[in-house]
């Protein structure tokens, strides 16, 4: 029986140092600021080794997102016009709505789930998330899905 390959979403705070730098060292590579694996290994302080461990199983979200659908899971306060803000965000970033459900508030909380379609026109997905977070009202924001 073949094993699948399993994702997770996690943020950067609790990715371990070495596989930052193979993403960096990917990224020279990728840009022509390194012409070869060394000296972009050179560059951002890992071996080859690491880098070729690790560099077929980490990518930036946004590098991966374009094409799919992203489930979204966030706590909101029950406040005028932060559902609409998050919809703003959405928007301004170049993503497509797909579902909205919002729960009836609960000591002034809410739950709002978003299916949001990754267009090829659509910014950073991992900043759009940044963006959504640090708007007042908003307590948390989680990827649910990735599909």
Known sequence: MQKTSDYYVVKQKAVPEVLLKVVEAKRLLESGKAATI???????????SSFYKYKDDIFPFHDTAQGTTI??????????????????????????????????????V??????????????DVSRMLETMEERRGIRNVKILAKE
């Open 38 to 48: 060394q000296d972009a290994v050179e560059r951002v302080d890992i071996s080859r």
């Open 110 to 123: 809410a739950s709002l789930s978003i299916s949001v379609q990754v267009l090829s026109t659509t910014g």
């Open 71 to 108: 489930t979204l899971s966030m706590s909101i306060e029950d406040e005028p016009g932060l559902l609409s803000d998050v919809l703003k965000v959405i928007a301004d970033f170049g993503a497509n709505i797909l579902t909205i459900h919002q729960s009836i508030p609960i000591n002034g």
